[in-house]
């Protein structure tokens, strides 16, 4: 039996497909169904993680919890400082309420998805060179205080694993992408804004890019982001560690590739916005001592099949 906290959000809906063709028994959790297409999920239960009774409900003896649920979003909503209260508290209390549910249930394993986030903004000045190697999280200095939510979480997490002998695995995602996530509102991230802009703008047409667009960032398609999640839940090692892409591009080049999968030319146009650090690029050394593996698919793979997905959502809101 697995247990997917999130299962409403794009990662937690991919996640409990993976489970089903695997053959897992699956319940998913969220404040909401998946937005695009019908839950995999056995069991969907429509509920509030903040809410500790909920939690304990939830939980069986003997299960294996996935735990992604979290106050979120791309750079519109996390980098603005205007939710900062909100996404702390809401996280932190989803974290705290499944933790001591897991301890109190005698779980079998829990999964925490970190994030990115968590790394020092002073190792991110240099966007050709950013330092996100995992032992690098210290000393402490997240560039938001979604990233400072999640590496308490961790620490918290590690804690219960010494304290209470609960299997823990904990994993920083770096940017994951892919169809059915979030595409428009101000959530969305960097992949999907700029697939949403291309796919709307006319040929000859403006494309606007928050900053000077020379910032760094690696992104990870989702099915590979899932294979590191599976991996990482078959190993010995507990993490953290970094699941992410190493094949670091500038948000201009992100566009470029964007506009060539299109077949459109348009005119970049560079504007004021919430940007976050000026570089940031998964270090999967660790991963591959660990797990023996790492993402190996170029960007451009997973860009096709989201921008032609998004590109429906397009014409279908402009139909």
């Known amino acids: 039996m697995a247990l997917v906290c999130g299962a409403g959000g794009f990662i937690g809906h991919h996640l409990v ?21 019908a839950t995999a999920a056995d069991e969907f239960v429509i509920g509030d993680l903040r809410e500790a009774g909920l939690c304990r409900m939830l939980v069986k003896p003997g299960s294996r919890v996935f ?8 750079a519109g909503y996390v980098f603005t400082g205007e939710n900062d209260a909100v996404i702390m508290h809401n996280s932190a209390t989803i974290n705290l309420n499944m933790l001591e549910a897991c301890r109190v249930k005698g779980v079998e394993q ?30 402490a200095d997240p560039d938001s205080e979604y990233g ?12 219960y694993a010494r304290n209470f002998g609960i299997k823990v695995k904990v994993a920083r995602f770096h ?34 890019i928050w900053g000077d667009g020379e910032q ?3 992104f990870l398609y989702i099915d590979e982001c899932l294979e590191g999640v599976f991996r990482l839940m078959a190993s010995e090692f507990s993490g953290p560690v970094n699941i992410g892409s190493e094949e670091m591009v500038t948000i201009n080049e992100l566009a470029a590739m964007v506009m060539e999968i299109a077949g459109k030319e348009l005119s970049i146009v560079h504007c004021d916005g919430p940007l976050g650090v000026r570089g940031r690029n998964s270090d999967n050394r660790l991963l591959a001592e660990k797990l023996g593996w790492k993402p190996a698919a170029p960007l451009c ?6 921008y032609a997905w998004i590109r429906e959502q397009v014409r279908a809101r402009e139909s």
């Open 17 to 37: 497909k993976r489970l089903k063709r695997e053959g897992w028994e699956v319940c998913g959790v969220d404040l909401k169904y998946p937005e695009f297409e």
């Open 67 to 74: 735990q992604l649920a979290a106050d979120m979003g791309g």
């Open 110 to 139: 829990v999964f925490f998805s970190s994030s990115a986030c968590v790394y020092p903004a002073y190792n991110q000045e240099d966007a050709a060179h950013p330092v996100c190697e995992e032992g690098s999280a210290y000393p």
């Open 148 to 159: 400072w939510e999640k590496l308490f979480s961790e620490r918290m997490y590690f804690a």
């Open 175 to 208: 940017n994951i992408f892919g169809p059915l996530g979030t595409w428009q509102g101000g959530r969305e991230k960097a992949p999907a804004a700029i697939c949403r802009k291309v796919a709307a703008a006319e040929a000859g047409g403006e494309l606007e």
């Open 216 to 218: 760094t960032r690696s």
């Open 301 to 306: 793979e997973g860009l096709r099949s989201t």
